[in-house]
């Protein structure tokens, strides 16, 4: 019986400081989204893209968790964009204590999106905020259309569900349609941008729903 209020704590603890940090944010004017995924998703290879292709219209900045190596920090650094490496030693997620921990690592100065890439994991990230204004989760053709209603709160909490890899659609038992029906059932205003960072389909999709939400912060 006594997890339970150890649990709550941690969760209070945590969302007190992303409280913190979404006024911190708020007050920056910085747009904060929350990447979420299986492991090998394309959530870096998503970042590289964006953060190479839309670096004339916005400074951004990456925080990048991962249980270990700066492998990821290393490829989005290359774009020209900030990199802070978050290494969590085993932990399943990030908090809101780390990323407040990361942003004293970042010239915020004018900055204006951050992307915290999250550990690879569709339970975990999704029970820890952490200032975002969006949660994005990644979902690829290779894991299986009925990812949705396996890992519902994921979804549920997402702003966006972008579907990678559609290249490779030729070559796997994957119903797109079916997916995105999962995902709507369980959150009717879900945006879904299926896309291939490979191919470069559907990548305009997605950075005009990233103009948007930019320019609905400011």
């Not at 989005?76 to 969590?88: D, L």
Request: with cysteine; proline share 3%; charged share 25%.
């Amino acid at each position: 019986m006594g997890e339970i209020p150890v649990v709550r704590n941690i969760l209070e603890a945590n969302d007190r400081i992303a409280n913190e940090l979404k006024q911190f944010f708020k007050e920056k004017n910085i747009l904060c989204l929350n990447l979420m995924s299986s492991p090998g998703s394309g959530k870096t290879s998503l970042l590289e893209k964006t953060l190479a292709d839309l670096k004339g219209e916005f400074k951004m900045a990456v925080i990048e968790g991962d249980l270990q190596t700066d492998n990821d920090a290393r490829r989005v650094a290359a774009t020209g964009a900030q990199a802070v490496q978050i290494n969590t030693e085993g932990g399943c997620h990030l908090n809101s204590s780390q990323v407040k921990e990361a942003l004293s690592l970042i010239d915020l100065e004018g900055l204006d999106i951050l992307f915290v890439e999250n550990v690879g994991n569709l339970v975990c990230p999704a029970e820890f905020n952490v200032g975002e204004d969006h949660k994005i989760t990644l979902l690829t053709v290779t894991e299986g259309d009925d990812k949705p209603e396996k890992y519902p709160l994921m979804f549920h909490i997402s702003s966006v569900m972008i579907l990678n890899k559609i290249d490779l659609l030729p070559y796997v038992d994957f119903d797109l349609e079916k997916a995105q029906q999962h995902a709507r059932k369980l959150n009717a205003d879900i945006a879904l941008f299926p896309l291939s960072c490979r191919t470069r389909e559907g990548l305009d999709t997605w950075y005009d729903w990233l103009r948007k939400a930019r320019a609905e912060k400011v």
